[in-house]
Each structure stands twice: as structure tokens, then as C-alpha cells.
């Protein structure tokens, strides 16, 4: 069983803001809880280099585009890691690898005759690389996503007959209700198709950045035609993940993984890009006769102060800085459970300190401080062997199953919240049964022995399924319990065997600078 997830490549035109990591980190999730299963799994991210946002971005620094690119492509993979991220590549579009498979896929669309030359003339977005329908065009010829005014482009052009499939995608859509998720986003994916495709450029005459198109050299490739083809290209050439072998390749190594990932499990996106992925995307593989993506799901944006967080805006919330404060973990749960998966929400300084002090302070560190803490008071940290309290494990009953399907729909906050019922129902059943009243009274020393067992037992539960979210202070806290094991199948109520307890050191301090401050000196 394999999983493949991607992002979007990310524009290199500037720094890495929330709206990246938030992405990354819902990818990360999904990478993370299918290893738990057991699967082999390949997570990609990257970066997107060619175009004209990145060509001006870099002249208007007096440098080339491929210095500009190096630069911020450093600074985007810096940022997986600072994720806790674990992504099995990242792919650059500049990748000469990538850059041949481009040439090859799109002659290849071409020798199948869906490749004309034409001349094309409408409306320009520079920032958004893409040409704007009449009804895409806001007032005063307007971006409806960046508000900066249009241009009128015209040049001679390859175009790609994306209209031949019209009645394709149609059938796609209907065959396949869940090749888009959420539901809006498929409905807004179906209703474009059904206004009616017309053809689109491939190819850009005026531009000079980007993949040179091999039957004339005079024309590069449409941005985005060699940015989506990242997500097949990256598996001919990416190295394996432990464990699993390429075509060609020992476990581990290099070779064609294709046959191994492809066609991807999800694609996760903005819903900026929607079009591209859940339109365009499909109509090419079709054109080059190569299989289809599984699901493609939209995630919303990130609002600060009603607007979409972009760096052309200058609206961001600098992610390096919520790190440095509170952790990568605290940003992971603030994105995944403050706002819903798949919509928009809102976010701020105000609304993350508070997530984390009520819940991640409040709740699940008070847990885990509590728990271990009266272990080790009442039992020198010794956990005694025997059945776990029958009112507690039916809250626990096909938890982790529920869960599975969940992530399974790339339902993420849904997923999340699931756990985090758990972690307050053991908060309950700690003032339900009060240890400390137990603990003064000898004869009721075996009820104190079950209450504090099954206590530890749902803190491991849940903190195996907080993994993907919360993977570092999972992983202290597991080691804490002597309990390390990180399967989905270890994550049922009753499958670990805890033994003995350590003193851990608190999971989410209280004591933190807001996010906005400056440093100590």
C-alpha cells in the first residue's frame, strides 16, 4: 500500500510566509498518520522558479532570475524542516531533471495533436502568471486576488486544446465525486468546466525564464504547464524513502519510482490555484495518456484582517517567529484546529496565544504533568498491570478508526478534533475519579492502581494519534510512558504495555514572550 501527498511548489518571486507553512504542515499530517499505518508513503514540496513573477521580482533586485531563485529556495526548504516537516524530496522547477521530463511530456501532448499555434489576446495578471477570463476580471480591470491592475497581453503562442475535453472532465467529475474535495470546491471545479473550455496558451513567446519548448527554441513553457508537472516528474528522479526501491534501484537509493507512487494520493492546495489543478492538471495527463491524480483537496486561506495572507499584500504572519516563540508543535495544532481544513479562517497573535495556554497549556500539558506526576507520587512512577476502567475504554471504542477516515477525506481539524475530545475526557475522568482521594485510603489501593493505569493508557492513546500533529512533544511525552511505539494499530486503548513512568519536563511552558515581542536581550 503506498501514499503519495504533495504541495503546491512554492513561488520563489519572495520569502516563505504562514500561508506556505500552513500547507506544508497539513501535508505533513497526512505523510506522518499514513506511516502509521504501515504504508510507504513519498511527500513532496518544492519550489517554482520559472515565469514572470519570478523574472521581475528578479530584475527589480538588479539580478538574474536563477541567483533570485537559488536564494529563496533555500530559504523555503529551510522553513520544512523548522515545520518538523518530512518531506522525501524537494524538487526545484530548475531541476535539469525536471526540466527534461517537461519538454518530454508536453512534445508528447503535442505528437498526440493536442498542440496548435495561435495567437492569443485577453487580460494579464504578471503576479498570478495567468491570463484572466471577462468574468475573472474585478472592477477597473482589476486582479480579483492581488488588485493590481491588468494588463492586455497579446502574442503568438502554442496553445493546448484544452476544449478537446470538455466531455472528459465531465465524465472525470461524475465518475469520480471525490477526485475534488471539499464539496463547494468540486462545484466550483465542475461549474467552470461546464461554462465551457476554451483552448489555452502553452507556450510564451515574450518570455525568455523557463523550460525552452525543444520543437522552438524562440518559445519557453507556460509557467504552469512546468510547474504541475513537478508531481510526475520528482518520482524519476527523486531518491527513495528507507525501505522502499525504485525501479532499477536498491531500497533506499535512486530510481524511477513511478510505478511505486504514482498516480498521487492527494494533492493539497490553495484554492488560488483551483483551476490549474482541477482542470488544467487533469486535461494534460489525459493528453499525454498518463493515469490520473486520486483527489485534489482545496484548502481555503489564512485571513488577517478579511484578507487573504500574501506576500504581494504584505498581510503575513512570519511563521520563523512563531517558531522561535513557542515551538514548530504549537504552530501545527494552532493552523489545523483554529481554522477548519478546507475553508477560510481567520488567524492573529491573540487567537494562537490563546489555543495555546487553554488548550495545549491548559489541557493536554496539565494531563500529561498530572498524570505522570501522580504515578510517580502514589507509585514511584510504576504502573501496575490489570484491566483498564470499562467507563473510560468505551470513549475510546473504534477511536482510531475514526480518525483514519478522517484524514482519509484530508478532513484534518475534524481528525484533530476527535483526539482532543479524548484528551478532555481523561481530563474529566481525573476530577470524576479523584487519584488524591483514593490515594488516602488503603482498602480502595487496587481502584487507585485502575484509575491511574487506564489514566496513563488514554494519555498514550491519544498522544500516538497527536503524533502527526504534534510530533515532537509526542515524542517526549511518549518516551516519558516507556511507551515509544508509534503505529496507528498501538494507538487502541489497551494495545501499549507501560511499565514505568519518568518525570518530564512541562510540554508547553506558559512563561513565553507573545509572538509579537522582540527577543530578550
Known sequence: ????????????????????????????????????????????????????????????????????????????????????????????????????????????????????????????????????????????????????????????????????????????????????????????????????????????????????????????????????????????????????????????????????????????????????????????????????????????YLLMEGEKMSKSLGNVLDPFAVIERFGADALRFYLLRDVQFGQDGSVSTSSFELRYESELANELGNLASRTIGMLSRYRDGAVSRGDLDPALAADFDGLAERVAAHVDRAELTLALDEIWQRVRRLNRYVEEQAPWVLAKDEARAEELDRVLRSLAEGLRSVTVLLWPYLPSSAERLLGALGAPELTLAGAELGAGTIEHVEPLDSLFPKDLQPVDSPPAQ
Not at 173 to 201: M, Q
Request: aromatic residues 14%.
Open 1 to 300: 500500500m503506498s501514499f503519495y501527498v504533495t504541495t503546491p511548489i512554492y513561488y520563489v518571486n519572495a520569502a516563505p510566509h504562514l500561508g506556505h507553512a500552513y500547507t506544508t504542515i497539513a501535508a505533513d499530517v497526512m505523510a506522518r498518520h499514513h506511516r502509521q499505518r504501515g504504508e510507504e508513503v513519498f511527500f513532496l514540496t518544492g519550489t517554482d522558479e520559472h515565469g514572470e513573477p519570478v523574472a521581475d521580482a528578479a530584475h527589480a533586485l538588479g539580478i538574474e532570475p536563477q541567483e533570485l531563485a537559488d536564494r529563496n529556495a533555500e530559504r523555503f526548504k529551510a522553513l520544512a524542516p523548522q515545520l518538523s516537516a518530512t518531506n522525501d524530496f524537494f524538487i526545484r522547477t530548475t531541476d535539469p531533471q525536471h526540466e527534461a521530463v517537461v519538454q518530454e511530456v508536453l512534445s508528447r501532448v503535442r505528437e498526440n495533436g493536442f498542440v496548435y499555434m495561435g495567437t492569443y489576446e485577453g487580460w494579464y495578471c504578471p503576479r498570478c502568471a495567468d491570463f484572466k477570463a471577462d468574468n475573472e476580471v474585478d472592477e477597473g480591470n482589476r486582479c480579483p486576488i492581488h488588485h493590481i491592475k491588468l494588463t492586455r497581453e497579446q502574442e503568438d503562442n502554442y496553445f493546448f486544446k484544452l476544449s478537446a475535453f470538455q466531455d472528459r472532465l465531465e465524465a472525470l467529475y461524475a465518475e469520480r465525486e471525490d477526485f475534488v474535495a471539499p464539496r463547494t470546491r468540486y462545484n466550483e471545479a465542475l461549474s467552470f468546466i461546464r461554462s465551457g473550455l476554451r483552448d489555452v496558451p502553452l507556450t510564451r513567446h515574450k518570455l525568455t525564464w523557463g523550460v525552452k519548448v525543444p520543437w522552438d527554441p524562440e518559445h519557453v513553457f507556460y509557467v504552469w504547464f512546468d510547474a504541475l508537472l513537478n508531481y510526475y516528474s520528482a518520482l524519476s528522479y527523486a531518491p527513495a524513502p528507507g525501505g522502499v526501491a525504485g525501479a532499477g534501484g536498491e531500497a533506499g537509493a535512486g530510481g524511477d519510482l513511478t510505478d511505486v507512487f504514482w498516480p498521487a494520493s492527494y494533492h493539497v492546495i490553495a484554492k488560488d490555484i483551483l483551476r490549474f489543478h482541477t482542470v488544467y492538471w487533469p486535461a494534460l495527463l489525459m493528453a499525454a495518456e498518463i493515469e490520473l491524480p486520486e483527489h485534489v483537496f482545496v484548502h481555503g
